[in-house]
């Protein structure tokens, strides 16, 4: 089963896709990757889940009624709560990478009865750092909204690539992974994500004391080639400290569910068959 889909939420139409059958995966992007990025990786999964991928609002065809409004991490949280709402009336299993790891996280501690478990990739989440280092992050991620807004996509990518660790040149990927050039739409998502997305995170509040009471099974993970002292593998592991269990290692980088498709669909299965 392949669909695609509309659905009206507060403030904006959400587009989503739902492929294969069993227990329902939604899977939360990161950064600007809409519905279509994690396509080499939902044709490993599809065989033993419903996976559910999306638009985030702002992005693609996930159109804002207000543009001018922008879009909280509130918003984008009660987006995915409404989208489970839609597709499955059981708790599901997450797969949250990053920004969308975020929006999980929120999930786990305000509406727990939507997940099962879910599996945080490296969340970009300054509140899980000692206050110092999350003041730091903060600021940085507000630097780089700056940043292009002074000097535009080429240097910001490239400093976004250095804060979450990510090395374009040395990256090896496995074969026949789909290539995603920067077209007119991945651009336009891209202002989206740095114009809005890096400040919605920097003013979140997350409430992380209220993660090791959560029923949900958060599985805190960390890429394999992500250099263990930037920001977001920093998450991961103040995560995994927080609820006293093991970051769990996955192939690749900060993006390995882009260049490891097979390899990262394997390990999100072997997880979640535990």
């Known amino acids: 089963m392949e669909t695609a889909e509309m659905m009206r939420v507060p403030g904006a139409r959400l587009y989503y ?6 227990p329902v995966l939604l899977i939360s992007q990161s950064g600007e990757g809409d519905a279509g990025r994690s396509r080499d990786m939902v ?6 889940y419903t ?3 999306y638009d985030r609002r702002g992005l693609s065809r996930s159109t804002l009624d207000d543009p001018a409004a922008g879009a909280t991490v509130a918003d984008h949280t009660d987006d995915v709560r409404r989208l489970l709402g839609e597709v499955t009336d059981e708790p599901a299993f997450m797969l949250g990478c990053s920004f969308g790891a975020v929006l999980g996280l929120h999930l786990a501690i305000e509406h727990p009865g939507t997940l099962h478990t879910l599996i945080a990739h490296e969340p970009v989440a300054p509140r899980l750092l000692p206050s110092e280092l ?7 991620l507000l630097e780089l909204r700056d940043l292009y807004r002074r000097e535009g996509l080429a240097a910001t990518f490239a400093e976004v690539a250095r804060v979450l660790g990510i090395d374009p040149l040395a990256q ?5 992974v789909t290539r995603f050039p920067m077209d007119d739409r991945r651009k336009a998502n891209f202002a989206f994500f740095v114009e809005n997305d890096f400040a919605a995170v920097a003013r979140d509040k997350l409430e992380v004391g209220g993660l ?7 599985i805190p993970a960390v890429g394999r080639a992500t250099p263990r002292t930037v920001f977001d593998h920093r998450c991961a592991v103040e995560l995994a400290a927080l609820l006293g269990v093991e970051a769990q290692e996955f192939p690749g980088g900060h993006n390995g569910n882009l260049t490891h498709p097979r390899a990262y669909a394997a390990r999100v299965h072997d997880l979640l068959g535990r």
């Open 134 to 140: 999350a003041v730091r992050q903060e600021h940085e």
């Open 43 to 48: 044709d490993h999964l599809a065989a033993a």
């Open 172 to 176: 090896e990927t496995e074969p026949g």
């Open 212 to 218: 090791a009471g959560s029923p949900v099974r958060i």
């Open 17 to 22: 896709e739902v492929r294969g059958s069993g």
């Open 51 to 53: 996976v559910v991928t």
